[in-house]
């Protein structure tokens, strides 16, 4: 039983490794840990460095929910998908939400994000990479992705969600009282069962970046399967290019395989 297991388990891996997830403009499963889940942003007009943007998802999650920034500021979670604009910013939306001076240092401040050429790309990357290691020092880590456990940093108060804006998000937010693990069967048998934790992704998305789509509310009920959900489907949407990657499989197949 337990050769069947790691033969299983080495075959999911090597799926995951040969399927490639389209997700132009982002740094996914290859990313280094300090790039990951990393995006870089630039005018759909432009063909070299000029007005990129780095977008750093590590130091945006240590301080906000990825609810607030996916619903309530509708950044959408596929890249180059939001249609931002300066105008867009200057006027207090997406990115100029929170970098008012207040909130977040200004968008006045161009050159914290914004390269102008190649090398100040380069310079800003340098800066991002060194300032990411530092942060990852502080937190408890994990095998794959950025190498952070997120989870487990939430849990033990290393970080603090933030989810709500004054003016921007509801002011009566939905209490949510479905807290409990939801067990899910694996297609392979012989793999351990997933134990999909209701609580944690709560604290992290609510309900709406999940229900009705892409996942329909009773459970058990959504068809999908690995091939899927590494190609960015379903679970695939976050996990391998944000949240931890697949590669971690015992944190989703977790309970104990009958012998």
Not at 101 to 123: N, R
Request: glycine share 8%; proline share 3%.
């Amino acid at each position: 039983m337990k050769i069947r297991f790691l033969f299983l388990l080495a075959t999911l891996l090597l799926t995951s490794f040969f399927v490639t997830v389209s997700l132009q403009e982002s740094f996914a499963q290859s990313a280094k840990s300090y790039q990951y889940g990393n995006i870089i942003m630039r005018d759909s007009a432009s063909v070299d460095s000029g007005g990129t943007v780095v977008f750093r998802h590590w130091s945006h999650r240590s301080k906000y929910s990825c609810r607030l920034c996916h619903v309530d500021l509708e950044f959408s979670q596929i890249a180059g998908d939001s249609g931002i604009t300066e105008d867009d910013n200057q006027s207090g939306r997406f990115c100029g939400t929170c970098h008012n001076g207040k909130e977040a240092f200004t968008i006045k401040l161009c050159a914290k994000c914004h390269a102008q050429d190649e090398k100040q790309l380069q310079e800003i990357l340098k800066a991002d990479k060194k300032a990411f290691f530092a942060f990852q020092k502080t937190m408890p880590r994990s095998s794959y992705g950025n190498k952070i456990d997120w989870m487990k940093a939430e849990q033990d108060g290393l970080i603090q969600l933030k989810d709500k804006l004054p003016g921007i998000s509801p002011v009566q937010m939905n209490f949510v009282t479905n807290q409990r693990n939801e067990p899910l069967e694996p297609q392979l048998s012989g793999l351990p069962g997933i134990i999909f934790s209701h609580q944690k992704h709560v604290a992290w998305n609510g309900c709406g970046m999940c229900h009705p789509e892409p996942f329909k509310l009773v459970n058990g009920t959504t068809e999908m399967n690995m091939q899927e959900i590494i190609a960015g489907q379903y679970c695939g949407r976050c996990h391998g290019t944000v949240a931890f990657q697949i590669n971690d499989c015992a944190l989703c197949h977790s309970k104990p395989v009958s012998l």
